[in-house]
């Protein structure tokens, strides 16, 4: 064996080019690596979280760094580690909240070999999985979507949404600060088009939606239970957005990974089990179970169904390796000499 290692090194724009944001293939790649931690053919460590304050509320000001590590197996065959900041601040300094860089490790001799900007995975995975979930748990026919949050997550879990449920023809979004819903709707209406309403108030709009998608940064509560209607999916993909009362009224508790949903310690259906609220037996399934068959999904159209994602970093890894098979191929990417 050579004594000599390089590391590919892959920058945003190379990330792009190889698919690294391409929702269809993350989709794929998420109900691939869902389905195979669902057989236990993953290896998934607690998220670390290192907020920078003292409670989950700081850190919606001060900002967080996560690590996710992970390995999958399957076709990816691959071990690695997502490193990513976060600071809600950046939005007023002209730059992206999110940040992170993603590692790859050969699994057999765990020597790195590529580093990359996982910045637009991130994005994409996380709305990918968003759309496996709306995917499986909506209405065969939904049509209706009502957006809370006007960031970078609600558009890629738009994309993904639409990507696995076309018969979504009615979008609004709503954030508390209006004009960037009105940018978001000009936006993401082009990109994906699709008509996209901005609205200042959300209880109307929540109650007439097949699924309701928040992707926010809040401190307080914001859907309330009796603005749910038969049939809503609820995908909680940021903090506490939910009231405990909402989450009660569904029919079925969907996570991704509930242990790392409870060690995570920052969502509506994680703050009722820590109070004693909410029992591990009370959670349906998770979603590679569903993907699997060995839970049903939807079984009628007024079920109630919330899910809830932490994120995994497994699932970065999966669609890192996809873009770092490609760039071999392709010859594409910076090879640094490690040693």
């Known amino acids: 064996m050579s004594n000599k290692f390089d590391i590919l090194y892959l920058n945003q724009k190379e990330v792009i080019d190889l698919g690294g944001g391409d929702m269809k293939l993350a989709i794929e790649d998420m109900e691939e690596v869902l389905s195979l931690r669902s057989k236990g053919e993953t290896i998934v460590p607690h998220k670390i979280a290192m907020g920078f304050g003292k409670t989950i ?89 009502t957006l809370i949050g006007a960031g970078v997550q609600n558009r890629t879990q738009l994309e993904a949404s639409l990507c696995t ?67 809503t999916t609820c995908v909680n993909v940021g903090g506490y957005e939910y009231t405990y009362n909402a989450v009660r009224k569904a029919q079925k508790v969907v996570v991704d990974i509930w242990e790392d949903v409870k060690h995570r310690m920052a969502s509506t259906i994680a703050l009722m089990a820590n109070e004693g609220l909410f029992a591990d037996e009370e959670i349906y399934a998770e979603i590679g179970e569903v993907i699997n068959d060995v839970k049903i999904g939807r079984e009628n159209d007024q079920e109630i169904i919330y899910f809830n994602s932490v994120g995994m970093g497994i699932e970065d890894i999966a669609i890192a390796t996809r873009v770092y098979k490609t760039a071999q191929e392709k010859g594409i990417g910076t090879k640094l000499t490690y040693w």
Do not use: H, Q
């Open 57 to 145: 509320e700081d850190e919606n000001t001060l900002g967080r760094i996560n690590a996710m590590p992970g390995y999958v197996k399957g076709k990816y065959n691959m071990a690695g580690i997502k490193w990513i900041g976060s600071n809600p601040k950046n939005v007023e300094r002209g730059i992206p909240r999110a940040s992170a860089i993603t590692i790859l490790n050969d699994p057999d001799t765990k020597f790195p070999v590529a580093v990359m900007d996982g910045t637009t995975i991130s994005a994409a995975r996380t709305g990918a999985v968003g759309g496996v979930a709306v995917k499986y748990l909506s209405k065969i026919d939904s049509k209706i979507v």
């Open 165 to 231: 449920k076309p018969s979504i023809n009615e979008v609004y979004v709503y954030d508390l600060y209006y004009d960037r819903a009105v940018c978001f709707a000009e936006e993401m209406s082009n990109k994906l088009n699709i008509s996209i309403t901005p609205v200042k108030y959300i209880e109307e709009y929540c109650r007439k939606s097949d699924i309701i998608i928040t992707a926010t940064v809040t401190e307080r509560p914001i859907v309330e239970a009796d603005w749910i209607s038969p049939g």
